[in-house]
């Protein structure tokens, strides 16, 4: 996804320095401010021993909306609390939509709920994230000298 956006921006510049999402194979569908929707595919390399997908898989998804939403403000912003609740297991092929939408925001906190849906649009994972919101722009030379 590009976008001229800030959000846009901002997200495109953490993306290209994730190698992380990257590997993941994760695919950008939307950013807004305080928003974002991602989406992937369950890999074999990705299944636990039960042969569903491993817990952390659900919850770098989540994790990577958390990150791409709460810094789309255009103020670097770090995770200090999250947590998942698994609802719903997942096999190799499945494609998994993580959607980030922020609940709270103040000066130095955001918190942002992420709901992690299956191709029929069920929930298999919630996440709650909360960030800490430094005084570091992504952008410093456009900010007017804020």
């Known amino acids: 996804m590009k ?13 290209s320095n994730d190698w992380f999402s990257q590997w993941l194979g994760i695919e950008i569908l939307e950013v807004a401010a305080g928003r974002c929707t991602l989406r992937m595919k369950v890999r074999k390399e990705m299944l636990n021993g039960f042969g569903i997908a491993h817990g952390g898989i659900t919850y770098s998804v989540a994790d990577s909306a958390l990150a791409f939403a ?6 670097k912003s770090v995770s200090v609390e999250t947590s998942v ?15 980030a939408e922020e609940v709270s925001l103040s000066d130095k906190i955001g918190i942002y709920y992420i709901n992690v849906l299956n191709p029929e649009n069920k929930t298999v994972a ?5 960030v800490y919101r430094t005084s570091k722009e992504w952008f410093p030379e456009n900010s007017g000298g804020k």
């Open 70 to 75: 709460s810094n789309s403000h255009g103020r």
């Open 85 to 99: 609740s698994h609802t719903i297991s997942l096999k190799e092929g499945d494609i998994i939509t993580a959607v």
């Open 3 to 15: 976008s001229n956006s800030l959000p846009g921006q901002v997200v495109n510049h953490m993306y």
């Open 126 to 130: 919630l996440f709650r994230g909360t």
